[in-house]
């Protein structure tokens, strides 16, 4: 407690008030309480004294969060405005424009325009830069500019973009949004239906309930589940989705805390639709939190195979607590573990290194359990896939490479630059690649390897040695090296870069809906499946 008062200036009092009521705190009271008036009396004098004016509720909100930075990034404090985000979140229901937005300094990047809604009617496309709407200046706004698109159904608003450097206007009429959790689902053969699940809201299970009915009733007699990119939601839609495959009565997972009224298990409540059918579930780095609760289970029950790359790993649980004057508390309250007994869990946040970061667990420290039929999987690290798909699995260049946008601002430029006639045909070629890395040369994109950082620290003491002389030449030898190893990992990941600036060229011409459908003859994961699926024979020794 004392170290976060080292690190931070500003502590929430409401949140601690709080804390103060749980029994596991009562033997901190006294900490507490003086922790708390050292507070009170710090905030009142920095607001009654400091040189120039402040504004206690913005200054109230950085310290909660940058507070709760030291724990996990699941713990979070929600203001109203957040209240209000996280509800659409979790029920996929809200009134806009109907795009995906990414908030930038000065402007809103229009990331995904959702096909036949407001903003796909008035014109707006992936990469363009709105900068007013109604006349208020993005750059000028004070809070979040994207806000601005929400109001009242059927009310009008002007949006001033740019587009490949000109301005344009356009009017948006807003609507109701309803964002599906299942946007896609079709037969990808007379007897192998697809089912795209890309969040746990409020709709995951009933509506992937309707699609395997009705893919059963077009035929389907096995069936590929899609949980690549699906970032997680809620757990009880998790439990209903595996529900769909498996009896009532059946653990799905169990979380445990120090809390004993949080310590739960989770069983199927409802009779399934189908216990028999042949399931493959995909699933990535991307694929998080209930997503790792359905492909674990399903893998843990001998239920479902699993393909892909080994999911992102996280095997927490967070709970809302409801805060005063409308604001909210979502905090870490359990861990989670499937049938077999392991947790996903991949990093440590309780246990950093000397930078702070959280650590990853270690291989070597990986335990290992039980499948239903006796298979062997592992704790420590996110969900294993039973086929590994070595393309599908990102690297730390290409982590970077998405985390600088620039698969997503090239996509934008090649699609100004390119018509497509037949995209189902769609071939990134050579040339479009090396475009691409000269694009990287070009925009800046910067990308520092551990091994850099370390460079630098050692040449930083050398200095203080006085051995900078002897030691900066080798320095930049090293750099140099450095900078040619970094352009060969672009190459080595030629494969993986070219699927993922496919996915965004094709959603920029035929939007998600098509890019479903693009999968379903192009997809890498999507053809292994099929063929898993169809050799009963191997998918029954994958099982076993």
């Not at 009617?121 to 208020?136: C, S």
């Not at 620039?406 to 100004?416: L, N």
């Not at 995209?423 to 691409?436: G, P, V």
Request: glycine share 6%; proline share 3%.
């Amino acid at each position: 407690m004392k170290n976060i008062f080292k690190r931070r200036i500003l502590i929430p009092v409401f949140a601690v008030v709080i804390l103060i009521t749980g029994s596991s705190f009562k033997n901190d009271f006294f900490e507490i309480a003086k922790q708390i008036e050292i507070f009170t009396t710090l905030f009142k004098e920095l607001n009654m004294n400091y040189v120039d004016e402040t504004n206690p509720a913005e200054l109230m909100d950085n310290a909660i969060k940058n507070m709760l930075n030291d724990l996990d990034p699941y713990t979070k404090f929600y203001n109203e405005q957040d209240v209000e985000a996280e509800r659409i979140r979790r029920t996929g229901d809200y009134t806009g424009v109907g795009a995906r937005i990414r908030t930038l300094k000065d402007k809103l990047v229009v990331v995904e325009p959702y096909k036949d809604y407001p903003a796909d009617k008035a014109g707006l496309k992936a990469g363009d830069q709105i900068t007013a709407i109604d006349g208020v200046s993005v750059a000028g706004y004070d809070g979040d500019a994207s806000n601005l698109l929400k109001g009242a159904p059927n009310s009008a608003l002007i949006v001033t973009y740019t587009r490949q450097g000109k301005s344009n206007t356009t009017s948006v009429t807003r609507s109701e949004i309803e964002i599906d959790a299942v946007p896609h689902f079709s037969m990808i053969d007379e007897q192998t239906g697809y089912i795209v699940l890309q969040k746990f809201n409020a709709k995951a299970s009933s509506q992937t309930g309707y699609a395997l009915k009705d893919l059963k009733a077009q035929g389907a007699k096995k069936i590929i589940l899609d949980l690549r990119g699906n970032p997680g939601g809620l757990l009880n839609e998790a439990v209903n989705v595996v529900n769909l495959f498996v009896p009532k009565g059946q653990l799905v997972v169990t979380t445990k805390s120090k809390v004993k009224k949080y310590n739960k298990t989770y069983y199927t409540k409802k009779e399934p639709i189908d216990i028999n059918i042949p399931v493959v579930v995909l699933i990535n780095g991307r694929s998080a939190s209930a997503s790792e609760i359905v492909s674990g289970t399903l893998q843990d029950l001998d239920r479902a195979v699993v393909v892909g790359s080994r999911s992102f790993g996280k095997g927490l649980v967070q709970r809302p607590k409801k805060l005063t004057y409308g604001t909210q508390l979502k905090v870490t309250i359990s861990r989670y573990y499937t049938p077999s007994g392991r947790c996903i869990q991949a990093l440590d946040y309780w246990n950093r290194d000397d930078s702070g970061n959280a650590v990853r667990v270690k291989q070597e420290n990986y335990n290992v359990f039980k499948t239903k039929n006796g298979r062997k999987v592992f704790d420590g690290g996110g969900v294993f896939p039973d086929e590994a798909i070595e393309v599908t699995k990102n690297t730390a260049i290409t982590d970077a490479i998405l985390s600088s946008q620039s698969v997503f601002d090239f996509a934008t430029t090649y699609y100004y630059d390119h018509k497509i006639e037949d995209i189902n045909n769609f071939k990134l070629t050579d040339a479009d690649f090396n475009a691409f890395k000269s694009y990287l040369n070009t925009s800046g994109f910067e990308f520092e390897t551990e091994t850099e950082k370390a460079l630098k620290k050692a040449l930083e003491v050398s200095k203080t040695e006085n051995l900078d002389d002897d030691i900066s030449k080798d320095y930049k030898t090293l750099i140099t090296n450095l900078d040619n190893s970094k352009a060969k990992a672009v190459q080595d990941n030629k494969k993986l870069l070219i699927n993922l600036l496919t996915d965004e060229i094709v959603k920029r011409y035929v939007y998600r809906e098509g890019l479903y459908e693009y999968y379903k003859t192009n997809n890498e994961e999507i053809k292994k499946a099929t063929e898993i699926l169809a050799n009963t024979s191997q998918y029954n020794r994958y099982l076993n």
